[in-house]
């Protein structure tokens, strides 16, 4: 089960930390996603991070302004997003994957969160 937290209302410029709490994983053994869908849109991938923590990527639209890590101790998931903007209005999602190999396509992700709303303003 995924948990996601964090999310809600903040002007164009200011921050939010979203959280993703697992029970029943093991984060350093799966890849971990965060994913969002916009007023209208598709759903799509904004960042991933390797299992153990190391390599992350991110979509060209959160990069240099979204931080993904993870606490292996507390089965925990973040996203730090800093100079939020109106168009990363969105439910976010987190997901977890079984596959040995990362990506953004959501058909690799078979576990997900129920999401958090954030909104930008």
């Known amino acids: 089960q995924l948990v996601e937290s964090g999310g809600g209302s903040v002007q164009a410029g200011g921050s939010l930390r979203l959280s993703c709490a697992a029970s029943g994983y093991t984060y350093r053994y799966y890849c971990m996603g965060w994913f969002r869908q916009g007023p209208g849109k598709e759903r799509e991938g904004v960042a991933y991070i390797r299992p153990g923590g190391g390599t992350t990527y991110y979509a060209d639209s959160v990069k240099g302004r979204f931080t993904i890590s993870q606490d292996n101790a507390k089965n925990t998931l973040y996203l730090q997003m800093n100079s939020l903007k109106p168009e990363d209005t969105g439910m976010y999602y987190c997901?977890?994957?079984?596959?040995?190999?990362?990506?953004?396509?959501?058909?690799?992700?078979?576990?997900w969160g129920q999401g958090t709303q954030v909104t930008v303003s």
């Open positions: 997901a977890a994957s079984l596959r040995p190999s990362c990506d953004l396509r959501e058909s690799k992700y078979a576990y």
